[in-house]
């Protein structure tokens, strides 16, 4: 079974500065998406970024980069100049299922990150 | 261009209650996802609607049931509600075509007492 790993439960950043959230797969399928998201004390998950497996280059999205490495299964979030807003739950995830097959996502437990002034 | 909505915000329920929350899709998607959320874990995946079908299913006993209407908006029924129900519902939308958007609602906050 698929599954999600992070282990950083929380973290802490001074504003300004660049901050790496950690995740960790384990999946068998050739096809896989990996994305993360953003929670708020709101609750709304936001979505940042995302990755597919046979992508050839690191997605970005702004101040979000995700440092994708295949071989490690690994697909960390790097979050640039971090501001204050940034302070949120986020979640690395996973699509299980091959495209065209479904979407389901698995979740990993998540990483608290606070940002310092 | 809307994105995707859930109603209501919050909710309180009395164990053994029914509940019906509701799940409008962004628009262009057509595929409707239900997760549950409880406090301070990840989201669990309940289980996904395409053409009014339930088409996968996670981990979750029959009390949980849905639907899909032919607008592509959904309901997520929960029967005998328990005292572990209480939990923040989360609906995704995406399209059935890509994989790659997966946006989420504002979530209904259940509490059962």
């Known amino acids: 079974a698929q599954k999600i790993t992070q282990t950083q439960p929380g973290m802490f950043v001074q504003e300004k500065e660049a901050v790496t959230l950690d995740c960790t797969y384990d999946?068998?399928?050739?096809?896989?998406?990996l994305f993360w998201y953003k929670q708020p004390s709101s609750g709304e998950m936001i979505f940042l970024i995302y990755?597919?497996?046979?992508?050839?280059q690191n997605a970005t999205e702004g101040r979000y980069s995700l440092n994708f490495q295949k071989a490690r299964k690994s697909a960390n979030l790097v979050i640039s100049a971090s501001q204050l807003g940034d302070s949120a739950m986020y979640f690395c995830?996973?699509?299980?299922?091959?495209?065209?097959?479904?979407?389901?996502?698995?979740f990993g437990a998540g990483t608290i990150l606070r940002v310092k002034s | 261009d809307a994105g995707v909505t859930q109603s209501p915000t919050h909710l309180i329920k009395t164990r053994g209650q029914q509940v019906t929350l509701r799940c409008s899709p962004k628009s262009g998607h057509d595929t409707v996802s239900w997760y549950q959320q409880a406090l301070g874990q990840g989201p669990q995946f309940i289980f996904q609607?395409?053409?009014?079908?339930?088409?996968q299913r996670g981990n979750f006993p029959d009390r949980f049931s849905g639907h899909q209407f032919p607008n592509y908006s959904s309901e997520l029924n929960v029967n005998a509600l328990l005292l572990g129900d209480s939990a923040l519902y989360l609906c995704a939308s995406t399209s059935r075509g890509t994989g790659d958007e997966q946006y989420f609602g504002p979530g209904t906050r259940l509490t059962v007492t």
């Open positions: 995830a996973m699509r299980e299922s091959p495209l065209g097959y479904g979407n389901k996502l698995v």
């Open positions: 999946t068998s399928d050739p096809s896989y998406g």
């Open positions: 609607y395409y053409e009014e079908e339930e088409r």
């Open positions: 990755q597919g497996s046979y992508d050839q």
